[in-house]
């Protein structure tokens, strides 16, 4: 079973940077063939998905977070980061790392970001 253990989150001053990891147990194998991905939830919304990487590289982000934040994978780590740069008070949500591949759809247990001054 794979698990996912995101961390970085904290409060953090508009205009700030927050670097969120996410660590993933398992076969490296597998994850080398996985695409990952960073979503957010805030209370009464759908999450959303943020950034994603494949396991080629190509990177897909959200409109409203391009320029912004940076996804990014180390196979050898087994671990997908998100730097989010120039935040703004529209950012803070729980943050959700995610696994997938054919078969497998895996979640982290979140973590929050709060962009607040």
């Not at 409060?11 to 597998?30: D, M, T």
């Not at 703004?88 to 973590?111: F, H, M």
């Amino acid at each position: 079973q794979v698990q996912l253990v995101e961390s970085g989150g904290g409060l953090v001053q508009p205009g700030g940077s927050l670097r969120l990891s996410c660590a993933v147990s398992g076969n490296i194998f597998f994850f080398r063939i996985s695409s990952l991905g960073w979503y957010r939830q805030t209370p009464g919304k759908q999450r959303e998905s943020v950034a994603t990487i494949t396991s080629a590289e190509n990177t897909n982000y959200a409109d409203s977070v391009k320029g912004r934040f940076t996804i990014s994978r180390d196979n050898a780590k087994k671990t997908v980061s998100l730097q989010m740069d120039s935040l703004k008070p529209e950012d803070t949500a729980v943050y959700y790392c995610n696994l997938n591949r054919p078969g497998i759809d895996s979640w982290g247990q979140g973590t929050q970001v709060t962009v607040s001054a």
